[in-house]
């Protein structure tokens, strides 16, 4: 999870001063290192989460629930179900 450190209590003085002459008291996002970075959902449940979800979407649709029932039941477009079902035919 991405959180905030003040600026003043991380970096030297020195590039402090040399930042603010750029971005005087405004946010500044700082990208982690390539070899640093993460994928969406690595950290949290939210990927396993969404599997799960689109893999009972295509059980239900094979189990001859109509598409715009799905839509309806998971808050979800029909073009977004059927993205879904493409990607597990697909995959």
């Not at 449940?45 to 309806?72: K, M, T």
């Amino acid at each position: 999870m991405m959180g905030y450190r003040k600026a003043k209590d991380v970096l030297p003085r020195h590039l402090l001063r040399a930042i603010q002459d750029y971005i005087d008291g405004e946010v500044l996002y700082i990208p982690r290192k390539t070899g640093n970075r993460r994928q969406w959902g690595e950290t949290t449940q939210s990927r396993q989460r969404l599997l799960a979800r689109n893999r009972e979407i295509v059980a239900r649709r094979r189990a001859g629930c109509s598409v715009a029932a799905l839509a309806e039941q998971y808050c979800l477009s029909a073009k977004a179900v059927y993205k879904i079902l493409a990607a597990v035919d697909d995959g």
